[in-house]
């Protein structure tokens, strides 16, 4: 069965940066796998912030980025703010109309 | 302005069965592929079914396959999610969302809470 895996947790400083990565338990994620990224808040429904990689979302500021580092998807927040504390998650396609979702990455920023 | 609601959950046993709707508003429903999510308490996100924007493909993660069924009614403007034989770790908030071009998840609605307990 598909594992995809993302670091429990991260802490950044205001204004720092951190990138949180996207890996399958068996292979190298690459484009084909077209991962998008999600912010959740606590109590919120998710957010979308990049799709197909490297697509920042409508309304997303630009600190957010995405990319394929290392044979794993990535995401990385440029100068991070308060309210970018929350959990982070991506999702791969994995073909035959099958998508799965990472396990989510909790960000503090402190 | 693109908006979603999702509705229909409540208190089940197991066993039992529940339908939840997602109705849209501010676009056709029948121009989009429509996925359900669910995130369990305290737990991350779980894909659990797509649709495609015709109703002519529909796929459901192995964890409900022969359990739910994703539907929609495109003259309704509406989604459903028909859960049968609810098992306690069924138990979650349920979010619909639209398909975008990247086969991202896009559009969100704000999620209904489904409790399965005896």
């Known amino acids: 069965q598909t594992v995809v895996t993302q670091e429990p947790s991260f802490s950044v400083s205001p204004g720092g940066t951190v990138t949180l990565t996207c890996a399958l338990t068996s292979g190298s994620v690459s484009t084909n796998y077209l991962p998008s990224w999600y912010q959740q808040a606590p109590g919120q429904a998710p957010r979308t912030l990049i799709y197909s990689t490297n697509t920042r979302s409508s309304g997303v500021p630009d600190r957010f980025s995405g990319s394929i580092l290392d044979n794993k998807a990535a995401l990385t927040i440029t100068g991070a703010q308060a309210d970018d504390e929350a959990d982070y998650y991506c999702?791969?396609?994995?073909?035959?109309?099958?998508?799965?979702f990472g396990g989510g990455t909790k960000v503090t920023v402190l | 302005q693109v908006h979603l609601v999702a509705s229909g959950g409540g208190v089940v046993q197991p066993g039992g069965s529940l339908r939840l709707s997602c109705a849209a508003s501010g676009f056709s429903l029948s121009t989009y592929g429509m996925h359900w999510v669910r995130q369990a308490p305290g737990k991350g996100l779980e894909w659990v079914a797509f649709m495609r924007y015709d109703g002519s493909h529909k796929w459901h993660a192995d964890s409900v396959k022969g359990r739910f069924t994703i539907s929609r009614d495109n003259s309704k403007n509406t989604l459903y999610l028909q859960m049968n034989n609810l098992r306690t770790e069924d138990t979650a908030e349920y979010y619909c969302a639209t398909m975008g071009s990247g086969q991202q998840l896009d559009y969100w609605g704000q999620g209904t809470l489904v409790t399965v307990s005896s």
């Open positions: 999702l791969l396609y994995m073909g035959s109309g099958v998508w799965v």
